[in-house]
């Protein structure tokens, strides 16, 4: 025990070191606090609902989405992407 004492008291000898020492003890008990203050706050959860003024009238549902089948021009317009799409693919070698 006295060893271990005579080096703490050896540190705080050496200015520099002591300087350091200070500054970083300090910084860890405003860290401490700061962390503390942080954890003890006690602020209810914010409110996650959303209240919209307005919405535009002229917004529709995207085509081929889960609200209902596709429209026969959508579906014909798909397959034709996809074969377009294949052919690519098979002339690039992907």
Do not use: W
């Not at 706050?41 to 989405?65: C, F, M, W, Y």
């Not at 089948?69 to 992407?81: G, I, M, V």
Request: positive net charge.
């Amino acid at each position: 025990m006295g060893l271990r004492l005579q080096n703490i008291v050896n540190l705080f000898q050496n200015v520099r070191t002591r300087t350091i020492l200070i500054v970083t003890i300090l910084l860890l008990l405003f860290a401490l606090v700061l962390g503390l203050s942080h954890v003890m706050k006690k602020t209810p959860p914010a409110d996650a609902s959303v209240q919209l003024r307005s919405t535009p009238d002229s917004i529709e549902s995207i085509p081929g989405g889960l609200q209902g089948s596709p429209s026969a021009d959508y579906q014909r317009l798909q397959e034709q992407q996809n074969i377009q799409q294949a052919a690519l693919a098979e002339k690039n070698g992907c």
